[in-house]
Protein backbone atom coordinates (compact mmCIF):
# COMPACT_ATOMS: atom_id res chain seq x y z
CA UNK A 1 0.00 0.00 0.00
CA UNK A 2 1.39 3.47 -0.72
CA UNK A 3 0.10 7.05 -0.21
CA UNK A 4 -0.55 8.50 3.23
CA UNK A 5 -3.18 6.99 5.50
CA UNK A 6 -1.74 8.89 8.54
CA UNK A 7 -3.30 12.93 8.78
CA UNK A 8 -0.94 15.77 9.87
CA UNK A 9 -1.86 19.32 9.47
CA UNK A 10 0.12 20.99 6.72
CA UNK A 11 2.89 23.17 7.04
CA UNK A 12 1.86 26.64 6.51
CA UNK A 13 4.09 28.81 8.25
CA UNK A 14 4.55 27.23 11.86
CA UNK A 15 7.42 27.86 13.90
CA UNK A 16 8.36 24.26 14.35
CA UNK A 17 7.70 21.28 12.91
CA UNK A 18 8.21 19.69 16.15
CA UNK A 19 8.44 20.01 19.48
CA UNK A 20 9.78 17.35 22.27
CA UNK A 21 8.23 17.49 26.02
CA UNK A 22 10.54 15.74 28.13
CA UNK A 23 13.90 16.23 30.25
CA UNK A 24 17.32 16.69 29.07
CA UNK A 25 20.18 14.89 30.27
CA UNK A 26 23.84 14.91 30.98
CA UNK A 27 25.03 11.36 29.80
CA UNK A 28 28.57 10.27 31.20
CA UNK A 29 29.99 7.50 28.71
CA UNK A 30 33.22 5.71 29.73
CA UNK A 31 33.42 4.34 26.17
CA UNK A 32 34.46 0.78 25.76
CA UNK A 33 34.92 0.91 29.52
CA UNK A 34 33.18 0.54 32.86
CA UNK A 35 31.82 3.17 35.15
CA UNK A 36 33.31 1.82 38.46
CA UNK A 37 36.90 1.94 37.02
CA UNK A 38 36.20 4.75 34.45
CA UNK A 39 39.19 7.64 34.69
CA UNK A 40 37.52 9.90 32.21
CA UNK A 41 34.10 10.41 30.18
CA UNK A 42 32.89 11.46 27.00
CA UNK A 43 29.94 13.67 27.50
CA UNK A 44 26.60 14.11 25.50
CA UNK A 45 23.28 15.48 26.25
CA UNK A 46 20.51 13.44 26.16
CA UNK A 47 16.74 12.06 26.69
CA UNK A 48 14.14 9.89 25.25
CA UNK A 49 11.67 12.68 24.40
CA UNK A 50 14.45 14.85 23.04
CA UNK A 51 16.51 12.62 21.07
CA UNK A 52 13.45 12.60 18.14
CA UNK A 53 13.32 16.28 18.19
CA UNK A 54 17.39 16.00 17.79
CA UNK A 55 16.83 12.83 15.01
CA UNK A 56 14.13 15.26 13.29
CA UNK A 57 16.01 18.01 13.24
CA UNK A 58 19.61 17.15 12.61
CA UNK A 59 19.15 14.09 10.22
CA UNK A 60 15.79 14.81 8.65
CA UNK A 61 15.99 18.81 8.31
CA UNK A 62 12.76 19.24 10.36
CA UNK A 63 12.77 23.09 12.65
CA UNK A 64 12.64 21.37 16.05
CA UNK A 65 12.41 22.58 19.74
CA UNK A 66 12.46 21.66 23.21
CA UNK A 67 10.41 21.70 25.82
CA UNK A 68 12.26 21.35 29.17
CA UNK A 69 13.91 22.95 32.44
CA UNK A 70 17.17 23.03 33.33
CA UNK A 71 19.29 24.76 35.95
CA UNK A 72 20.95 27.92 35.58
CA UNK A 73 24.21 26.69 36.54
CA UNK A 74 27.46 25.62 33.93
CA UNK A 75 25.48 22.01 33.91
CA UNK A 76 22.79 23.73 32.55
CA UNK A 77 24.76 25.83 30.14
CA UNK A 78 26.81 22.86 28.66
CA UNK A 79 23.75 20.99 28.05
CA UNK A 80 22.18 24.38 26.17
CA UNK A 81 25.07 24.01 24.13
CA UNK A 82 24.91 20.24 23.17
CA UNK A 83 21.40 21.01 22.04
CA UNK A 84 22.12 24.15 20.23
CA UNK A 85 24.97 22.02 18.35
CA UNK A 86 22.35 19.70 17.24
CA UNK A 87 20.29 21.91 15.64
CA UNK A 88 17.42 22.04 18.13
CA UNK A 89 15.85 25.45 19.23
CA UNK A 90 16.31 26.54 23.06
CA UNK A 91 14.24 29.12 23.48
CA UNK A 92 11.25 27.18 25.13
CA UNK A 93 13.49 26.27 27.87
CA UNK A 94 12.71 27.15 31.35
CA UNK A 95 15.63 28.24 33.34
CA UNK A 96 15.28 27.62 36.91
CA UNK A 97 17.83 29.37 39.65
CA UNK A 98 20.65 26.94 41.50
CA UNK A 99 21.18 27.55 45.19
CA UNK A 100 24.72 26.40 44.63
CA UNK A 101 24.49 22.93 46.18
CA UNK A 102 21.59 21.02 44.26
CA UNK A 103 19.03 21.35 47.05
CA UNK A 104 16.72 23.19 45.45
CA UNK A 105 17.14 22.17 41.41
CA UNK A 106 19.97 20.00 39.88
CA UNK A 107 21.02 19.07 36.49
CA UNK A 108 19.48 15.23 35.41
CA UNK A 109 23.13 12.86 35.16
CA UNK A 110 23.02 9.29 33.01
CA UNK A 111 25.99 6.80 33.41
CA UNK A 112 26.12 5.00 30.21
CA UNK A 113 27.88 1.50 29.86
CA UNK A 114 27.75 0.60 25.77
CA UNK A 115 27.88 -3.28 26.86
CA UNK A 116 29.70 -6.34 24.84
CA UNK A 117 29.16 -9.54 23.85
CA UNK A 118 27.59 -11.34 26.90
CA UNK A 119 28.18 -8.23 29.12
CA UNK A 120 24.64 -6.33 28.88
CA UNK A 121 23.78 -2.59 28.55
CA UNK A 122 24.40 -0.47 31.98
CA UNK A 123 22.29 2.70 32.50
CA UNK A 124 22.61 4.88 36.10
CA UNK A 125 20.81 7.62 36.27
CA UNK A 126 21.08 10.37 38.94
CA UNK A 127 18.27 12.33 38.40
CA UNK A 128 16.12 12.92 41.07
CA UNK A 129 14.61 16.53 41.99
CA UNK A 130 15.81 17.63 38.61
CA UNK A 131 15.07 20.71 37.00
CA UNK A 132 13.12 18.86 34.53
CA UNK A 133 10.96 16.66 37.21
CA UNK A 134 9.56 20.01 38.68
CA UNK A 135 8.16 21.20 34.96
CA UNK A 136 4.37 22.29 36.01
CA UNK A 137 1.85 22.83 33.18
CA UNK A 138 1.32 26.50 33.90
CA UNK A 139 4.88 26.85 32.96
CA UNK A 140 4.23 27.15 29.65
CA UNK A 141 1.56 29.21 27.65
CA UNK A 142 0.27 26.04 25.78
CA UNK A 143 -2.43 27.84 23.20
CA UNK A 144 0.60 30.19 22.63
CA UNK A 145 2.80 26.71 21.84
CA UNK A 146 0.44 24.76 20.03
CA UNK A 147 -1.35 28.12 17.69
CA UNK A 148 -1.57 28.78 14.56
CA UNK A 149 1.80 29.72 13.98
CA UNK A 150 3.45 27.05 16.51
CA UNK A 151 4.10 23.78 16.41
CA UNK A 152 2.60 20.79 14.03
CA UNK A 153 3.96 18.08 15.99
CA UNK A 154 4.11 17.10 19.92
CA UNK A 155 6.16 14.20 21.03
CA UNK A 156 6.67 13.09 24.89
CA UNK A 157 6.75 10.03 26.95
CA UNK A 158 6.36 7.76 29.78
CA UNK A 159 9.91 8.43 31.23
CA UNK A 160 9.00 12.18 31.48
CA UNK A 161 5.97 11.65 32.47
CA UNK A 162 7.03 8.95 35.27
CA UNK A 163 9.94 11.46 37.09
CA UNK A 164 7.01 13.34 39.43
CA UNK A 165 3.35 13.96 39.56
CA UNK A 166 4.30 17.67 38.16
CA UNK A 167 5.71 16.25 35.29
CA UNK A 168 2.34 14.01 34.42
CA UNK A 169 0.31 16.63 34.57
CA UNK A 170 3.07 18.98 32.40
CA UNK A 171 2.41 16.17 29.96
CA UNK A 172 -0.94 15.54 29.76
CA UNK A 173 -1.67 19.03 30.06
CA UNK A 174 0.57 19.64 26.63
CA UNK A 175 -1.66 16.74 24.86
CA UNK A 176 -4.93 18.11 25.52
CA UNK A 177 -3.76 21.41 24.65
CA UNK A 178 -2.47 20.48 21.09
CA UNK A 179 -4.95 17.88 20.49
CA UNK A 180 -7.18 21.14 20.83
CA UNK A 181 -5.53 22.82 17.81
CA UNK A 182 -5.40 19.79 15.97
CA UNK A 183 -1.60 19.28 16.52
CA UNK A 184 -0.26 15.78 15.72
CA UNK A 185 0.36 13.85 19.26
CA UNK A 186 2.93 11.09 19.57
CA UNK A 187 4.00 9.30 23.15
CA UNK A 188 6.30 6.53 23.50
CA UNK A 189 5.44 5.03 26.69
CA UNK A 190 9.14 3.72 26.94
CA UNK A 191 8.87 1.95 29.77
CA UNK A 192 11.70 1.39 32.63
CA UNK A 193 11.35 -0.90 35.54
CA UNK A 194 13.64 1.94 37.23
CA UNK A 195 11.20 4.65 37.08
CA UNK A 196 7.97 2.22 37.85
CA UNK A 197 9.43 0.58 40.55
CA UNK A 198 10.11 3.59 42.59
CA UNK A 199 6.85 5.27 41.81
CA UNK A 200 4.78 5.97 45.11
CA UNK A 201 1.72 5.11 43.05
CA UNK A 202 1.90 3.32 40.22
CA UNK A 203 -1.88 3.17 39.68
CA UNK A 204 -1.34 6.89 39.57
CA UNK A 205 1.49 6.72 36.96
CA UNK A 206 -0.76 4.30 35.02
CA UNK A 207 -3.83 6.67 34.90
CA UNK A 208 -1.47 9.46 33.47
CA UNK A 209 -0.48 7.19 31.07
CA UNK A 210 -3.94 6.27 29.58
CA UNK A 211 -4.91 10.09 29.90
CA UNK A 212 -2.46 11.12 27.49
CA UNK A 213 -2.76 8.02 24.88
CA UNK A 214 -6.45 9.10 24.75
CA UNK A 215 -4.80 12.36 23.35
CA UNK A 216 -2.54 10.31 20.96
CA UNK A 217 -2.15 10.18 17.33
CA UNK A 218 0.63 7.69 17.14
CA UNK A 219 1.61 5.65 20.19
CA UNK A 220 4.47 3.96 20.50
CA UNK A 221 4.61 0.14 22.50
CA UNK A 222 4.43 -3.20 22.49
CA UNK A 223 2.73 -5.78 24.26
CA UNK A 224 4.99 -5.36 27.20
CA UNK A 225 4.53 -1.37 27.68
CA UNK A 226 1.30 -1.71 26.86
CA UNK A 227 0.39 -4.02 29.74
CA UNK A 228 2.71 -2.36 32.39
CA UNK A 229 2.20 1.13 31.37
CA UNK A 230 -1.84 1.01 30.12
CA UNK A 231 -2.93 -2.01 32.41
CA UNK A 232 -4.08 -3.48 29.39
CA UNK A 233 -4.73 -7.44 30.20
CA UNK A 234 -3.12 -9.07 27.23
CA UNK A 235 -1.97 -12.51 29.09
CA UNK A 236 -4.44 -14.00 26.42
CA UNK A 237 -2.03 -13.18 23.52
CA UNK A 238 0.46 -15.56 24.88
CA UNK A 239 4.16 -15.05 24.47
CA UNK A 240 6.49 -14.28 21.14
CA UNK A 241 7.47 -17.55 19.24
CA UNK A 242 10.93 -15.49 18.90
CA UNK A 243 12.29 -12.11 20.05
CA UNK A 244 10.81 -10.92 16.10
CA UNK A 245 7.86 -12.39 16.42
CA UNK A 246 5.67 -9.61 15.42
CA UNK A 247 1.99 -11.69 16.33
CA UNK A 248 1.53 -10.57 20.07
CA UNK A 249 2.88 -6.89 19.65
CA UNK A 250 0.76 -6.17 16.50
CA UNK A 251 -2.30 -7.59 18.19
CA UNK A 252 -1.94 -5.49 21.28
CA UNK A 253 -1.34 -3.13 18.97
CA UNK A 254 -5.10 -3.73 17.49
CA UNK A 255 -6.76 -3.40 20.84
CA UNK A 256 -5.14 -0.21 21.57
CA UNK A 257 -6.67 1.62 18.94
CA UNK A 258 -9.72 0.20 19.78
CA UNK A 259 -9.10 1.23 23.70
CA UNK A 260 -8.35 4.97 22.19
CA UNK A 261 -10.27 6.02 19.25
CA UNK A 262 -7.96 9.01 19.17
CA UNK A 263 -5.11 6.93 17.70
CA UNK A 264 -4.33 7.00 14.05
CA UNK A 265 -1.15 4.31 14.67
CA UNK A 266 0.95 2.71 16.64
CA UNK A 267 4.21 1.91 16.40
CA UNK A 268 6.82 -0.30 17.64
CA UNK A 269 10.41 -2.37 17.23
CA UNK A 270 11.36 -5.92 17.30
CA UNK A 271 14.93 -6.66 18.53
CA UNK A 272 16.11 -9.63 19.04
CA UNK A 273 18.81 -8.74 22.19
CA UNK A 274 20.75 -12.31 22.75
CA UNK A 275 24.19 -10.83 22.42
CA UNK A 276 24.98 -6.97 23.51
CA UNK A 277 27.64 -7.21 20.55
CA UNK A 278 24.74 -7.95 16.69
CA UNK A 279 21.02 -7.72 17.53
CA UNK A 280 18.09 -8.46 15.29
CA UNK A 281 16.13 -5.23 14.16
CA UNK A 282 13.16 -4.53 12.77
CA UNK A 283 10.13 -2.06 12.84
CA UNK A 284 6.58 -1.99 12.84
CA UNK A 285 3.77 0.30 12.31
CA UNK A 286 0.01 -0.55 12.41
CA UNK A 287 -2.90 1.14 11.47
CA UNK A 288 -6.59 0.67 11.64
CA UNK A 289 -6.20 -1.03 8.47
CA UNK A 290 -2.84 -2.81 7.34
CA UNK A 291 -0.01 -3.42 9.47
CA UNK A 292 3.27 -2.20 8.30
CA UNK A 293 6.63 -3.91 8.82
CA UNK A 294 10.11 -2.89 7.67
CA UNK A 295 12.84 -5.24 6.25
CA UNK A 296 14.52 -7.08 9.47
CA UNK A 297 18.57 -6.81 9.45
CA UNK A 298 21.09 -8.04 12.25
CA UNK A 299 22.80 -4.76 12.90
CA UNK A 300 26.25 -4.68 14.92
CA UNK A 301 25.70 -2.47 18.10
CA UNK A 302 28.34 0.57 18.84
CA UNK A 303 26.14 2.42 21.56
CA UNK A 304 23.08 0.65 21.79
CA UNK A 305 20.98 3.29 23.64
CA UNK A 306 18.79 5.94 21.80
CA UNK A 307 17.96 3.33 18.71
CA UNK A 308 14.15 3.46 19.48
CA UNK A 309 14.51 7.14 19.72
CA UNK A 310 16.17 6.90 16.22
CA UNK A 311 13.56 5.09 15.24
CA UNK A 312 10.20 7.42 16.28
CA UNK A 313 12.47 10.19 14.37
CA UNK A 314 12.40 8.50 11.13
CA UNK A 315 9.21 7.89 11.70
CA UNK A 316 7.59 11.03 12.22
CA UNK A 317 9.93 12.68 9.87
CA UNK A 318 8.03 10.38 7.15
CA UNK A 319 4.61 11.26 8.26
CA UNK A 320 5.04 14.99 8.52
CA UNK A 321 7.09 14.67 5.15
CA UNK A 322 3.87 12.83 3.62
CA UNK A 323 6.12 10.02 2.69
CA UNK A 324 3.47 6.98 3.58
CA UNK A 325 3.59 4.35 6.17
CA UNK A 326 5.51 1.60 4.56
CA UNK A 327 8.34 4.46 3.88
CA UNK A 328 7.92 5.02 7.77
CA UNK A 329 8.93 2.00 9.16
CA UNK A 330 11.65 1.32 6.82
CA UNK A 331 13.38 5.16 7.72
CA UNK A 332 12.65 4.23 11.09
CA UNK A 333 14.59 1.19 10.97
CA UNK A 334 17.54 2.52 8.83
CA UNK A 335 17.88 5.38 11.15
CA UNK A 336 17.52 3.15 14.06
CA UNK A 337 20.24 1.00 13.14
CA UNK A 338 22.07 3.83 12.30
CA UNK A 339 22.47 5.26 15.93
CA UNK A 340 22.91 2.11 16.92
CA UNK A 341 26.35 2.16 15.25
CA UNK A 342 27.78 5.66 16.75
CA UNK A 343 28.22 6.48 20.03
CA UNK A 344 26.06 8.46 22.14
CA UNK A 345 22.46 9.15 22.29
CA UNK A 346 21.88 10.53 18.33
CA UNK A 347 22.61 9.72 14.83
CA UNK A 348 25.34 10.86 13.62
CA UNK A 349 24.11 10.81 9.58
CA UNK A 350 22.29 12.43 6.81
CA UNK A 351 18.91 12.00 5.45
CA UNK A 352 21.03 10.80 2.17
CA UNK A 353 22.64 7.91 4.38
CA UNK A 354 19.35 6.71 6.12
CA UNK A 355 18.02 6.50 2.80
CA UNK A 356 20.76 4.57 1.76
CA UNK A 357 20.52 1.90 4.48
CA UNK A 358 16.46 1.44 3.95
CA UNK A 359 17.39 0.49 0.58
CA UNK A 360 19.61 -2.31 1.52
CA UNK A 361 22.68 -0.49 0.32
CA UNK A 362 25.74 -2.07 0.72
CA UNK A 363 28.12 -0.62 3.45
CA UNK A 364 31.47 -0.68 0.68
CA UNK A 365 33.85 2.36 1.90
CA UNK A 366 32.70 5.60 0.03
CA UNK A 367 36.39 7.33 -1.44
Given at each position: MSGQ????????????????????????????????????????????????????????GHRSGVLTALPRNELGALAQQLIQAGGVDTSQIVWRDYDGIGRNTRMGLNFTERGFGVRAPLGISDRAYSAASQLQPHEYDWDAVFGRDGARWLHTGGIFAALSEHSAQSAITAAQAARRHGVAVSYDLNYRASLWDSHPDPDAARHANCAIAAECDLLVGDEYSFAACLGMDLADLGKRETPMDVGPADAAAQRALQRFPNLQAVAFTLRDASNAARNGWAGALRTRDMLFVSRRREVDLLDRVGGGDAFVAGVVHALLAGKGEQVAVELGAAHGALAMSTPGDTACTSLEEVEAVARGDAAAAKR
Open positions: QFKVAASSGQRWDALALGEVMLRFDPGEGRVRNARQFNVWEGGGEYNVARGLCSTF
